[in-house]
C-alpha cells in the first residue's frame, strides 16, 4: 500500500467526486413519483447507494478489514486532510481532544437524522452529510498540518468505526524487536497521530498503509477475529468505548430503527394525544416545524408534528436508557462475582459482536426496505436475523468468558452478557413478535 500511495490518492479524490454528486445533486431534483426506480432516477440511487449500500457495508467492512475505509476510501478523510496541508497549522487544543465527543457526535448525529427522516429525502441527507464536510474541512483548514484531526476526535463514527475494528481478522502488526534493530529513518507522519511503535491494534489505525514497511517492522497480518479484545492494553481500555457501545450503539442507534415500526410507540403517541385533547392542549397535535428541524414534507403527505417529535425522542431516549443501564449494570455486577471490580469497562468490549450485529441488522432493514420497492424480496430473512443474532450472542459470549477470571467465571459469565441478552431480545421482538 505504501508504494502505491499515489494511485490510492487518485481513488480517494474520484470518491471526493462521486460523493459531492451524490449528496449535492438530488436534494435539487424533484422527488420521484411511484413509477420511478433506483435505476433510472439520481434521488432514489443515491438514497440507495448511500443508505442501502455505503453505510451498511462500511460497518461490515470494520469488522473485514479494519478502518481500510477510514484510510482508503472515506472522502472527508481525504477533504479534511486536503485542507489540513493548506490550512493555519494551529496547535490542537486539549477540548478538542476530549475522549467524549465521539460518543455526543454519534447520538446527536443518529437522533437529529431521525428527527429530519434522513435516510428518505435527500434534503436531509445533504444537510447532515454537508454539515458533517464543511466541518471536516474547517477543523482541517484550523488545526494540525497534514493530518485528520476531524476524523481522529470528531467525526461521529469513529467512535463506532474504533470498535468494530477490533474484531477484524487484520491488523498493522508492529514488531519491536525489528523496530529496535533497524537503521535511523525518516519517521511516519501518521495522519491519525498514532503513535506507531507502540500500536498494538487497530481500534486507531486508519489502515492506510504508509506506515507498511516502515523499519522492516510494521507488516499487515492476519489475526484471529476479536483476539485485540482480550489481549487490550490498560492504556487503551476506555469508558468511553464501553459508554458508547452500551447507550449508543445498543441504545440509541436500536431505538432510532425501531420506533417506526414499534407499538409501544404507537401507543405512547396515542395515549399523549388522548391525555392532551382532553385537556384542550391542541397545539402539539397540529404544530410542525421546518423540514431542517422535523419532518415536513406536504408533497409526500410525511409531516411531523410536535408530538411526533416528542415522541420519537422520548422511545429513543426510553430504549437508550433501558439497554444501556441493563449493560452497565450486567458489567458491573459481572466484574465484582469475578473479584475485578475495575475490569468492568474491559468487559464491555466483550459486547462488541453484539453490537456489531444490531448494528448491521437495522441498517440492512434499509437495504432490504429500498428493494422491497423494487419487488425485491428474500423468503429466507427470517432465518437470516435469527442466525445473525445467534453469531453475535455467542460470539460475545466467547469474548466475555475469556476476559473472566477462570476460577469465577459461571455466574460473573451470566451477569456480564445481560446487556447483549436485551439487545437480541429486543431485536427478536422486532421482528419476531411486534
Known sequence: MARHAGAIQAFQWVMVAVYLLLVTVPAFLPPPDDSKHIWDN????????????????VMVSMLVMGRAWCGVFCPEGAMTEWASRRGLGRAIPPWLRWKGWPFVAFVCTTVYG???TVYEYPEAALLILGASTVMALGIGLVYGRGIRVWCRYLCPASGVFSLLSRLSPVHFRVDRESWEAAERVPAVACATLVDVRAMTGGGSCHMCGRCSGHRDAVTLTPRLPG???TS???????????NLLAFGVMGVATGAFQWSGSPLYVALKQSLAAWLVERGIMFPLTETLPWWMLTNYASTGEVFTLLDGACLIAYIAAVAVTVGSITLAGLWLGARLAGRPEARWRLGY????MGAVGLIIGLSSLTLTQLAAEGISFVWLPEARAGLLAVGLAWSGVLVWRLLPVERRPLAWLAAM?????????WSLFFFVW
Not at 42 to 57: D, E, I, K, N, S
Not at 232 to 242: A, G, H, I, K, Y
Not at 350 to 353: A, E, F, K, R, T
Open 350 to 353: 466483550g459486547l462488541i459482536p
Open 42 to 57: 439520481l434521488v432514489l440511487f443515491a438514497q440507495f447507494a448511500f443508505w442501502g449500500v455505503w453505510w451498511p457495508f
Open 232 to 242: 487490550l492494553p490498560e492504556r487503551e481500555v476506555s469508558s468511553w468505548d464501553t
Open 114 to 116: 431521525q428527527m429530519i
Open 227 to 229: 483476539s485485540e479484545v
Open 418 to 426: 445481560a446487556g447483549a441478552a436485551a439487545l437480541a431480545g429486543t
